[in-house]
C-alpha cells in the first residue's frame, strides 16, 4: 500500500513514529512548506490559528477528503491513522 511510507524505521522508533516526517517530507511539504495555492504554511500561525480551532479531527477529514486545492489525502497513500499524525504534527508547529 503506502508507498510514502516505505522508508525503514530507525531502531528504537516505531513505523508509526518514522511515519510523520516521512509522510510529510513526501506528500505534504511540497505545498504546505510555501503556501502553494493558498495552502497554509507550516509554522505561520495567522494560516493555522482558525484551522487549528476545528480540531485535529476536523482537520484530519479535511485532508482525507481534500479540499480547496489540496487533493483527497494530501495526494497521499499514507492511512487515515498516519495522516491524523501528520495534521498533529503540523498543528503542534505553530502551539
Ligand atoms: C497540492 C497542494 C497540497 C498538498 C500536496 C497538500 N495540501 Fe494540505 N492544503 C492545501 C491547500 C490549498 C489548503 C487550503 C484548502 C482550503 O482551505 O481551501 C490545504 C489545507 C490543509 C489543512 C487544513 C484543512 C482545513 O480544514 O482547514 C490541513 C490540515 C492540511 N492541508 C494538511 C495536509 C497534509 C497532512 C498533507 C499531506 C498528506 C497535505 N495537506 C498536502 C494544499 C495541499
Redesign the pocket.
Known sequence: MAA?VAAAPKQGQTAQTAAVPT??AQ??????AAG?????KLGDQAA?A??AA?G?E??????VKG?????P????S?SDA??RQ??E???NQVQ
Do not use: D, I
Request: proline share 7%.
Open positions: 510514502a509522510v510529510y506528500a505534504c511539504q511540497v505545498c504546505h502553494v495555492a493558498g495552502a497554509p493555522w482558525p484551522r476545528q485535529v476536523a482537520l484530519t477529514a479535511s485532508v479540499k480547496g486545492a489540496m487533493p489525502r494530501g495526494g497521499s499514507a498516519q495522516l501528520v495534521v504534527y503540523m498543528v
